[in-house]
Nanobody, 119 residues
């Protein structure tokens, strides 16, 4: 099992940028995917981006393609999410997650960091 802790959230105006970080503690050798999710107020949690470990592949939700970039610094145990051209609809609690497979459910979660975008 790994421990995940998000940081970097805050308030920003529309059009601005934020960089989220997820510090990963523990052995990730059995893990195959790392991801970012978000939950807007009074809405369901949704996947934002996935980093596939060992394949160097990434995947994004259509709503963030071209604006968000996920990256993994394996040596330092950091999963990052660079968010550019932020919109008010990006306002949400953001979570990082990990799983031992390339698809399916996610087994490990952080506690989240709040992002608020004002228009």
């Amino acid at each position: 099992q790994v421990q995940l802790k998000e940081s970097g959230g805050g308030s920003v105006q529309a059009g601005g940028s934020l960089r989220l970080s997820c510090t990963i503690s523990g052995d990730t050798s059995d893990y195959r995917s790392l991801g970012w999710f978000r939950q807007p107020p009074e809405k369901e949690r949704e996947r934002v981006a996935t980093q596939y470990l060992g394949l160097d592949g990434t995947d994004y939700a259509d709503s963030v393609k071209g604006r968000f970039t996920i990256s993994h610094d394996k040596a330092n145990g950091i999963l990052a999410l660079q968010m550019d051209n932020l919109k008010s609809e990006d306002t949400a609690m953001y979570y990082c997650a990990a799983r031992r497979t390339f698809s399916g459910g996610w087994s490990d979660w952080g506690q989240g960091t709040q992002v608020t975008v004002s228009s």
